[in-house]
């Protein structure tokens, strides 16, 4: 999971970017699905879409598992950007199978919102 030491750089990154004073808001996907590829790994050879998988999982802490559509975390971006209350934070995003929020931001509220109070 860690090969070629790409979490120390990504933890390195995060540090950089929380030290530097500007708003920020997080979000650590799982393993990217819907194309396009950026690797040769054999599940890239499967197609993948988001299909039944529209549903959104958020979480805080640093589980790293789980997949996530391109199209949810994009729209997880461009949510957290009008939600006040994910600003200095971090999440972890995954889709799973089920009906998802799209984008209907009092959803997005909710499901942010849950992932800080747990």
């Excluded at 650590?28 to 299909?51: E, I």
């Excluded at 979480?59 to 996530?68: F, S, Y």
């Excluded at 949810?72 to 971090?90: F, H, K, N, P, R």
Aim: hydrophobic share 35%.
């Amino acid at each position: 999971m860690n090969l070629f030491g790409v979490l120390k750089y990504k933890k390195m990154a995060e540090d950089f970017i929380r030290d530097s004073g500007i708003p920020f808001t997080i979000i650590r996907p799982g393993r990217l699905t819907d194309g396009p590829y950026t690797s040769y790994d054999l599940n890239t050879l499967l197609k993948a879409t988001a299909g039944e998988r529209r549903a959104v999982e958020i979480g805080q802490g640093d589980k790293l598992v789980g997949e996530a559509s391109r199209l949810v975390v994009a729209e997880a971006c461009i949510q957290a950007l009008d939600i006040e209350s994910t600003q200095g934070q971090a999440y972890e995003i995954s889709s799973v199978k089920g009906e998802g929020p799209g984008n209907d931001q009092e959803k997005w509220k909710e499901l942010f919102a849950a992932a800080e109070s747990n």
